[in-house]
């Protein structure tokens, strides 16, 4: 079992449209949680990170996240195109310092 | 503010070849990392550095050495390049410890191919 496991995609979803992005983990024991942007061929830029059960809002993104269940969502609502990226999920483990990270949902926004 | 910044951009090695990878961060970020991108497989870490001279091994480290040479510098050196090594090498820093929610500054990359 992978640590971080993301949907690959591609998602489509219309204009306007909530886009729902999910990830699960298996350490059970894991503290942080990040989701980053990714677009073709440039470097991955964060967008937001949550750590308690609930959710967290920025913006259009909202996180989500349940402990419980272990995984971790991202809404990204009024979806435009300039949102067509691969959004990449990733977990601090258990006594680790360091990230992990998922293979990446690739998301596409369709005028 | 140039933020973290990666050399070369590019680079083709013949098997065998050394080489190193240069990253340098101008935000006195204490935490720097190595990671490298497949396709399909996300980013997996090679060696990290939670501050100045300390560095520890990550998921991947074999045939990869580092060295933290300052607070600022971290570099990558593949001693004998081989194909395997061909990947997308990120560096990234972080101006504390992950664990309390801090994120990733990313480079722009390095795109390797051994030949």
Known sequence: ?111 | NAGVTQTPKFQVLKTGQSMTLQCAQDMNHNSMYWYRQDPGMGLRLIYYSASEGTTDKGEVPNGYNVSRLNKREFSLRLESAAPSQTSVYFCASSEGVVTWGYGYTFGSGTRLTVV
Do not use: H
């Not at chain 1, 942080?32 to 750590?51: A, D, T």
């Not at chain 1, 609930?54 to 991202?74: C, H, I, M, P, W």
């Open chain 1, 1 to 111: 079992q992978k640590e971080v496991e993301q949907n690959s995609g591609p998602l489509s979803v219309p204009e306007g449209a909530i886009a729902s992005l999910n990830c699960t983990y298996s350490d059970r024991g894991s503290q942080s949680f990040f989701w980053y942007r990714q677009y073709s061929g440039k470097s991955p830029e964060l967008i937001m990170s949550i750590y308690s059960n609930g959710d967290k809002e920025d913006g259009r993104f909202t996180a989500q996240l349940n402990k419980a269940s272990q995984y971790v969502s991202l809404l990204i609502r009024d979806s435009q195109p300039s949102d067509s990226a691969t959004y990449l999920c990733a977990v601090i483990p258990y006594n680790n310092n360091d990230m992990r990270f998922g293979a990446g949902t690739r998301l596409t926004v369709k005028p």
